[in-house]
């Protein structure tokens, strides 16, 4: 979808990889590399995705940890796969645990639905096609266009790209309505990611086309198919209530002179008050301005993980264990100011945990819809 359907962030960490030479270890980032994956055969586009996959799990977002959630999307995304007339298998759908209003096709049909897309959809037929887009993507060929022999980017322009997402849209609405689902919402998904992504697709150099123009085409395709598909709300409507909106202040929160990571109980005290012109606060990392010249980088990683992340000369790093994840608080410059961060890790204390309060769907409150 990359706000509002498309593919995103699957270089990482990855593209440094040479996919042909995996074979030389054991493991990715804790995870055994799959046999089918050695030597040459390590270019196959099954095996890049893997890759892909396996590192933006483990240095980018996490999964969203909620089981029951993701078993929902899997089934739904199943039965829109299942319409497609594929049947070489091998599909996985995950929510990510990122507040993004978007959903990724992977190479190796990995699908994956950020939680918040998933908070913007009211019916299962909207998740449908916004999945639907996604299968699109993939069985197109979208996913992979991206890839010469195997692990090198190729040159695509930005028209060739708008033109890949009215393609998504038509299949995918195609997808679902043979699925069974109303063939109108992946229209309805796209009128409520509009409101939080109104500039996608503005100038020449968007890789999505412009809202009116997609508005336009989704509600031409969906007008030729039947309209009587399937509008179950009801296991979503109990879901999405769950369904954290915006930033998770579990993972990270400011409170008073203190990064809080409540998640991991811990929490680091800093020796002056933390707003938001000395920190830069994401669902992944926390960033603090020490000084003009120093800034450290506050992380949770899986521990396989940051075991990769070592001081040198130019990096400071400090490293604290909690939870079966670690805290990594890095910094260039000043190794003396950022070992004094790390060293002031303490347990998180209880008036913290009071203050941190996330937010979460609200389904009493109207959802916005663009209408133009």
Same mark, same amino acid.
């Given at each position: ?19 042909? !030479? ?7 980032? =804790? ?5 089918? !994956? ?5 270019? #196959?586009?099954? !095996? ?39 049947? &070489?298998?091998?599909? &996985?759908?995950?929510? $990510? @645990? ?32 916004? $999945? %639907? *887009? ?11 266009? =991206?890839?010469?022999? %195997? ?5 695509? &322009? ?10 998504? /849209? ?14 109108? %919402? ?18 020449? @150099?968007?890789? *999505? ?15 030729? $198919? ?6 179950? /709300? ?30 991991? +109980? $811990? ?8 707003? #938001? ?13 020490? #000084?003009?010249?120093?800034?450290? @980088? ?11 992340? &070592? ?18 608080? #890095?910094?260039? +410059? ?16 209880? @008036?913290?945990?009071?203050?941190? *309060? ?15």
């Amino acid at each position: 979808m990359e706000v509002a359907v498309g593919r995103r962030r699957v270089l990482a960490l990855a593209l440094v990889l040479n996919a042909g !030479c995996v074979h030389r270890a054991p493991a990715l980032f =804790g995870e055994r590399i799959p046999r089918a !994956c050695a030597g040459r055969a390590g270019k #196959s586009e099954r !095996c890049i995705g893997w890759i892909r996959d396996r590192t933006m799990l483990a240095t980018a977002v996490r999964a969203y940890p909620d089981a029951e959630l993701a078993a929902y999307v899997s089934a739904v995304g199943a039965r829109v796969v299942s319409a497609t007339g594929d049947r &070489t298998g091998g599909w &996985t759908f995950r929510v $990510l @645990d990122d507040p993004s209003p978007q959903a990724n096709a992977n190479p190796g049909r990995v699908i994956y639905v950020d939680r918040g897309a998933i908070a913007l959809v009211r019916d299962e037929a909207e998740l449908a096609g916004l $999945l %639907g *887009h996604e299968i699109a993507h993939e069985l197109a060929g979208h996913a992979h266009m =991206g890839l010469v022999d %195997g692990d090198v980017p190729a040159t695509r &322009t930005a028209e060739d790209e708008r033109d890949d997402e009215i393609q998504a /849209d038509e299949l995918g609405i195609q997808f679902a309505a043979r699925a069974g689902y109303d063939p109108r %919402g992946l229209e309805r998904a796209l009128r409520a990611l509009a409101t939080v992504a109104p500039e996608s697709g503005e100038g020449e @150099d968007a890789h *999505h086309p412009a809202w009116p123009i997609r508005f336009a085409h989704v509600e031409a395709v969906a007008a030729r $198919l039947p309209a009587t598909g399937a509008h179950d /709300d009801r296991v979503l409507r109990r879901l999405l209530p769950r369904v954290v909106v915006g930033l998770d202040p579990r993972h990270q929160a400011i409170v008073g002179r203190a990064v809080v990571f409540a998640e991991l +109980g $811990l929490a680091v005290d800093f020796p002056f008050a933390l707003d #938001s012109d000395v920190t830069r606060l994401a669902e992944q990392a926390v960033q603090v301005e020490l #000084s003009s010249q120093v800034a450290v @980088d506050l992380r949770v990683l899986p521990d396989a993980v940051a075991r990769y992340i &070592t001081e040198d000369n130019e990096l400071a790093v400090t490293r604290h264990r909690a939870r079966g994840q670690t805290l990594v608080i #890095s910094g260039v +410059g000043d190794h003396a100011r950022v070992h004094m961060i790390g060293a002031a890790v303490r347990a998180v204390r209880p @008036d913290e945990l009071a203050q941190i *309060h996330p937010r979460f769907v609200d389904l009493t409150v109207p959802r916005a819809l663009a209408t133009e």
